[in-house]
């Protein structure tokens, strides 16, 4: 059975102006992100700036988001790393905190061999009990995961149940499907190509998106999952400029801009991450003025 089908928020980590994780931002934020339909959380990963965490506020985040959301919909936690025993003990910690699934990126910098990667993935998932979801998203890791490897760890390697493709080629995709002959659940990394990759066989995406569109996000997919294929594709291609703007500057610098302009105040980004351009942010208030979720 599939940890969640439709949309899956990638949420922000809030913090505060004094760049602390803001908890209680967190847990407002995860309320309305529920009461929108949304139909699984994803905590630390690249959306919730994960690669700045210390460990303490990784966990910590993980734990929040799972005593809020108390069983209502999955916790799928990130806890990839480019050290393999990093990723084996946040992986452990994880599931111990109580998380209902792990997102595990492929080890960056380190662009380990595909048998590296088949070694990494079978060691985080010896250490634990609950499903894992491959991230596959090269253009950030230096690092792809194949369609014959994604074939052999999800054959072979208990708990290793899908995978999130964001390597934006539908070729991939179609080769990913053929490899693991339909025994994979594949969920879009890339907002701009759910409609295509459900298509294919995926069931669900892990958006950006749904950090500002949420019930939005959960209607599409859900409207081609159940046979409305032309309104969700019309949905897709209204939301492409949004999308674009959301991705004018590397994630999640746009999106975080786009939470304070819709009155979050989700905080500014820790370092090396910067503040989005003036330039960049009339764009994107132009963008979510025209999709409606900014008033004109």
Request: include cysteine; glycine fraction near 8%.
């Given at each position: ?34 009461k929108?339909?949304?139909?699984s959380?994803i905590v630390?990963g ?14 910590e ?7 809020i ?35 595990v ?19 985080v998932?010896r ?12 253009g ?20 290793i ?12 995709t179609?080769?990913?499907m ?11 990394g ?8 459900l ?19 959960h ?15 019309e949905m ?21 801009a ?26 994107l ?10 008033p004109?």
């Amino acid at each position: 059975m599939a940890l969640f089908k439709g949309a899956g928020v990638a949420l922000v980590t809030p913090m505060k102006d004094n760049h602390e994780v803001d908890y209680d931002k967190l847990a407002e934020i995860l309320e309305d992100q529920i009461k929108n339909e949304t139909d699984s959380i994803i905590v630390t990963g690249t959306t919730g700036e994960a690669s700045t965490l210390t460990v303490e506020e990784h966990l910590e985040v993980i734990s929040t988001a799972v005593s809020i959301v108390d069983k209502r919909i999955p916790v799928i936690a990130g806890t990839g790393s480019n050290c393999t025993q990093t990723a084996v003990e946040l992986s452990y910690q994880a599931q111990l905190a109580g998380a209902d699934g792990l997102l595990v990126v492929t080890p960056y910098y380190n662009k380990a061999t595909q048998k590296g990667l088949i070694s990494h993935y079978t060691q985080v998932a010896r250490y634990v009990d609950i499903p894992i979801i491959l991230y596959n998203i090269p253009g950030r890791t230096g690092c792809k995961i194949e369609a014959e490897t994604a074939a052999i760890l999800s054959k072979e390697v208990e708990h290793i149940v899908g995978m999130k493709d964001a390597v934006g080629d539908i070729s991939y995709t179609l080769k990913l499907m053929e490899q693991t002959q339909g025994d994979f659940d594949v969920y879009s990394g890339e907002d701009g190509q759910v409609i295509p990759l459900l298509a294919c066989g995926g069931i669900g995406v892990i958006s950006v998106l749904s950090n500002v569109a949420p019930k939005f996000t959960h209607d599409m997919v859900m409207n081609y999952l159940n046979g409305n294929h032309k309104e969700a594709l019309e949905m897709q291609l209204k939301a492409l400029p949004l999308v674009d703007a959301l991705f004018s500057e590397v994630n999640p610098i746009p999106v975080k801009a786009a939470m304070n302009l819709m009155g979050w105040k989700v905080g500014p980004l820790r370092a090396p991450l910067s503040e989005m351009e003036p330039e960049h942010v009339k764009k994107l208030a132009k963008a979510m003025e025209d999709f409606g979720i900014l008033p004109s």
